[in-house]
């Protein structure tokens, strides 16, 4: 019943946003982030109570982009999604990127995604993650998690940590520590 009430609740919320975005310019915006932090904060509560998260259903969230555009896990249902926790600080997420990068452009074809967390409470503002995307020349998704709400519901304790999910939104495999292009491909071969 909890899970059916939260579904309808995202359902609502998505609802309204839709029609705050049809009738209203610049305070849609202001209305849409609060409506991002409602439903990710309503999301990190649903999922404390599911316990571990392998082999569970990928819990949905909604973050703005660093472009600004919102994005939520749910809109990938039907790909596979490489979902990656990252700071600019931090050595191995360093050396990670232009792996991640690489995988993307070589398997984007392939109904394979990479879905990219910015834990931007922890980081060293939003001028230093742009610039951080632009030098790496980051052309796949990079969310914003601006309150660490997204990072808590996904249990991030060490960075870089990723999470493969299946075309079913199911997490088969979770890796913390920095990963290559070879052990991305592996990875998703094995569902």
């Known amino acids: 019943m909890k899970k059916n009430l939260f579904s309808l609740t995202i ?21 849409v982030k609060k409506e991002i932090e409602v439903i990710a904060n309503d999301t990190v509560e649903e999922s404390f109570n599911e316990g ?6 990928a819990q949905d969230f909604i973050l703005e982009t660093a472009g600004g555009a919102p994005v939520r ?16 600080w931090c050595p191995p997420c360093k050396a990670e ?18 879905l990219s967390i910015n834990l ?6 939003l001028k230093t993650i742009q610039n951080f995307i632009d030098n ?5 998704p990079v969310a914003l998690d601006k309150k660490d709400i997204v990072g808590q519901m996904y249990e991030i304790m060490t960075i870089p940590t990723t999470f493969f999910i299946d075309e079913n939104g199911v997490i ?5 520590g920095p990963m290559d292009k070879e052990s991305m491909k592996q990875a998703i071969e094995t569902f």
């Open 97 to 114: 990127m232009p792996h991640l990068q690489t995988f993307y452009e070589e398997n984007r074809q392939d109904e394979v995604e990479i």
């Open 120 to 125: 931007t409470q922890l980081d060293h503002g």
């Open 136 to 140: 790496y020349q980051l052309t796949f």
């Open 11 to 31: 359902v609502m919320i998505l609802i309204l946003i839709a029609v705050v975005n049809l009738t209203k310019g610049e305070e849609t915006d202001i209305q």
């Open 73 to 88: 896990l749910s809109d990938y249902k039907g790909k596979k999604v490489i979902l990656n926790f990252w700071t600019t």
């Open 52 to 57: 571990s998260l392998l082999k569970n259903v």
């Open 172 to 176: 088969q495999q979770k890796i913390i």
